[in-house]
């Protein structure tokens, strides 16, 4: 079935380090790719998404590419903020199906 | 434009008791989906509906747990009985059929605790 694997947290940067949260998935058709972000003590954001090969989904200074032949959806930052702390998701969702698949998670912590 | 809301915020409540949590999912959305999120076991899918109806509920733990979408801006979550390990934040997400393309949003999340 279809899976979504994260790099185990927590990450831990100082402020303006460079952020990489690695992201690889499995799955049968061609799915939509996303990264959601979890701030303490509130729901799911989406923060990003590509819906196909190539794409690249950005927003917030975050930047994400769908690699397919790699299978994968790292996502990135040049510069981290102390309020970028919070819990990353990656997810999928296959073609023709409504549930997402949620990665694990990846904390990050950002000092100043 | 609002987004899914949820209530209550918090619910604490004793086992045995019975627990309702309810979610309004952004208007115009045909899905909507329930998920548990613990620290032991992370986000998981309970259950989801389409134009009210629901898909796939095998993610339910057991009958205790029951949800219900009486038409499309409404839905609830029911626990009867309440358990001590039923102790989790509860998200409602809603999304629009697109294929696949369309993200889900998440309503803010009901905290409960059962003592």
């Known amino acids: 079935g279809d899976s979504v694997t994260q790099m185990e947290g927590p990450v831990t940067l100082s402020e303006e380090a460079f952020l990489t949260i690695n992201c690889t998935y499995t799955?049968?058709?061609?799915?939509?790719l996303f990264w959601y972000v979890q701030y303490p003590g509130e729901g799911l954001q989406l923060l990003l998404k590509?819906?196909?090969?190539?794409d690249k989904g950005s927003n917030k200074g975050f930047e994400a590419t769908y690699r397919k032949e790699t299978t994968s959806f790292h996502l990135e930052k040049g510069s981290v903020q102390v309020s970028d702390s919070a819990v990353y998701f990656c997810?999928?969702?296959?073609?023709?199906?409504?549930?997402?698949?949620f990665g694990t998670g990846t904390r990050l912590l950002v000092s100043p | 434009d609002a987004g899914v809301i949820q209530s209550p915020r918090h619910e604490v409540t004793e086992m045995g008791q019975e627990v309702t949590l309810r979610c309004k999912p952004i208007?115009?959305?045909?899905?909507l989906f329930w998920y548990r999120q613990t620290m032991m076991r992370g986000l998981e899918l309970l259950i989801y509906?389409?134009?009210?109806?629901?898909?796939?509920d095998s993610g339910m733990p057991e009958d205790r747990f029951s949800a219900k979408m009486p038409n499309a801006s409404f839905s609830t979550l029911k626990i009867q009985p309440s358990e001590p390990r039923d102790s989790a934040v509860y998200f409602c997400?809603?999304?629009?059929?697109?294929?696949?393309?369309?993200?889900?949003?998440f309503g803010p999340g009901t905290r409960l605790t059962v003592t």
């Open positions: 997400a809603s999304s629009f059929t697109d294929r696949g393309r369309k993200a889900q949003y």
């Open positions: 799955a049968t058709g061609y799915p939509s």
């Open positions: 590509a819906t196909k090969a190539d």
């Open positions: 997810a999928l969702r296959d073609t023709g199906f409504q549930k997402l698949v």
């Open positions: 208007s115009g959305h045909d899905y």
């Open positions: 509906f389409n134009n009210n109806v629901p898909i796939d």
